[in-house]
């Protein structure tokens, strides 16, 4: 079975800081991907970044990185010079990328910790 | 491009009382995703079509949820009769067919059921 553990409930970062968002993960599959998601208030999931399992160099865009460590089956978001904006739900989700047949495509996403930047 | 539509955004009823959620997902995606979000929790999988045949719904409850996606384009989701444990957001997401990776999200349907 595949699963997503988020143990940061909250997290606060002052604004310009850099802030990471923990995410572990277990699967006995070896072809999967990564991926972290947004969502504000507004309730719209908004993609962010992606790594999939066989990548050898870490993820990143814009300010986010993704510090994948996949010996410790862990895919840590970093989010660099963090700004009002930022202040959101952060999710976690692992998808299966092998030919699974009917399992394939769904995300299994953790709990979300929500993220508070201050000024 | 225009994004994944949903409607309605809110929606409170009362238990034992039916509802049905929309979706139009972006043009051109042959893959849906319904979602359900309970409040404190991630999104979880309801059902999952490629074009217009299901492809998973083995975490859908099939006693009181529905869904159909009669053309390959929009969607419907039904629940009847509805239970308190049903109060949630209802997310509906689409992907290209094939080895695209990322599932764009619509805004999501709230509902409360009393």
């Known amino acids: 079975a595949q699963k997503i553990t988020q143990t940061q409930p909250g997290m606060f970062v002052q604004e310009k800081e850099a802030v990471t968002l923990d995410c572990t993960y277990d699967?006995?599959?070896?072809?999967?991907?990564l991926f972290w998601y947004k969502q504000p208030s507004s309730g719209e999931m908004i993609f962010l970044i992606y790594?999939?399992?066989?990548?050898?160099q870490n993820a990143t865009e814009g300010r986010y990185s993704l510090n994948f460590q996949k010996a410790r089956k862990s895919a840590n978001l970093v989010i660099s010079a963090s700004q009002l904006g930022d202040s959101a739900m952060y999710f976690c989700?692992?998808?299966?990328?092998?030919?699974?047949?009917?399992?394939?495509?769904?995300?299994?996403f953790g709990r979300g910790t929500q993220l508070t930047v201050w000024p | 491009e225009a994004g994944v539509a949903q409607s309605p955004r809110y929606k409170i009823i009362e238990k034992r009382q039916s509802v049905a959620f929309w979706c139009n997902p972006i043009?051109?995606?042959?893959?849906l995703y319904w979602y359900q979000q309970i409040l404190g929790q991630g999104p979880k999988l309801l059902i999952q079509?490629?074009?217009?045949?299901?492809?998973?719904d083995s975490q859908l409850p099939k006693d009181r949820f529905s869904a159909e996606r009669l053309k390959g384009v929009d969607s419907t989701l039904k629940i009847q009769p509805a239970k308190l444990e049903d109060s949630a957001v209802y997310l509906c997401?689409?992907?290209?067919?094939?080895?695209?990776?990322?599932?764009?999200f619509g805004p999501g349907t709230r509902l409360t059921v009393t």
């Open positions: 997401a689409s992907s290209l067919e094939g080895t695209s990776y990322e599932q764009y």
């Open positions: 699967t006995s599959d070896q072809s999967y991907g």
């Open positions: 790594q999939g399992s066989y990548d050898e």
């Open positions: 989700a692992m998808r299966l990328t092998a030919d699974r047949g009917s399992t394939l495509g769904r995300l299994y």
């Open positions: 043009s051109g995606h042959a893959t």
């Open positions: 079509f490629q074009n217009n045949g299901v492809v998973d």
